[in-house]
T-cell receptor, first 111, second 114 residues
Framework: GESVGLHLPTLSVQEGDNSIINCAYSNSASDYFIWYKQESGKGPQFIID?????DKRQGQRVTVLLNKTVKHLSLQIAATQPGDSAVYFCAEIPSTRQLTFGSGTQLTVLP | DTGVSQDPRHKITKRGQNVTFRCDPISEHNRLYWYRQTLGQGPEFLTY????????KSRLLSDRFSAERPKGSFSTLEIQRTEQGDSAMYLC????????????FGSGTRLTVV
């Protein structure tokens, strides 16, 4: 069936290092892929999105890479800060359906 | 308007009771969504409105669940005869008409059924 999943449930990085969070998806018909950050007790917060016809998109300290050949999405966070500690979800939007989330990766930034 | 507001933030109820949650979307957003999130999982789509019309319902939305958006502004989600399995975070999101992006989520209502 259609699903969006993550390779690792937890990731710990040292402050100042770069973080890479990975995601596998199975619906090749999705038009958009989005990364969300969710802090404890809060709703998901938009980070960055990428359209299916793109391979890479950069934002402020974040980069999303899309590899359609292997159906893989990644989020790179440069110079990770304590405030980046949160659960990160990838999500997809198929052309005719609603936002579909994966199960999340807990990112912990170590001092 | 500073974002999507949900009320209450927390609700504890006894099994079998009815509960109702409210969502106030961003005022200029035509679309409103309800999601459910259990611990350690990503949000799961429940239903969505475009203005006052409920256009899609997930099969997760059993007969005990009903959502309304009577005037195309705020929405309510009611759960009748609550069960322990209904314990979850209920998230509301809104987005503008015209594109698949621009979802803004509220902070959710955490329901605990005891």
């Amino acid at each position: 069936g259609e699903s969006v999943g993550l390779h690792l449930p937890t990731l710990s990085v040292q402050e100042g290092d770069n973080s890479i969070i990975n995601c596998a998806y199975s619906n090749s018909a999705s038009d958009y892929f989005i990364w969300y950050k969710q802090e404890s007790g809060k709703g998901p917060q938009f980070i960055i999105d990428i359209r299916s016809n793109m391979d890479k998109r950069q934002g402020q300290r974040v980069t999303v890479l899309l590899n359609k050949t292997v159906k893989h999405l990644s989020l790179q966070i440069a110079a990770t800060q304590p405030g980046d500690s949160a659960v990160y979800f990838c999500a997809e939007i198929p052309s005719t359906r609603q936002l579909t989330f994966g199960s999340g990766t807990q990112l912990t930034v170590l001092p | 308007d500073t974002g999507v507001s949900q009320d209450p933030r927390h609700k504890i109820t006894k099994r079998g009771q009815n509960v109702t949650f409210r969502c106030d979307p961003i005022s200029e957003h035509n679309r409103l969504y309800w999601y459910r999130q259990t611990l350690g999982q990503g949000p799961e789509f429940l239903t969505y409105f475009q203005n006052e019309a409920q256009l899609e319902k997930s099969r997760l939305l059993s007969d005990r669940f009903s959502a309304e958006r009577p005037k195309g502004s705020f929405s309510t989600l009611e759960i009748q005869r609550t069960e322990q399995g209904d314990s979850a975070m209920y998230l509301c999101a809104s987005s503008p008409l015209g594109g698949p992006l621009g979802y803004t989520f509220g902070s959710g209502t955490r329901l605990t059924v005891v």
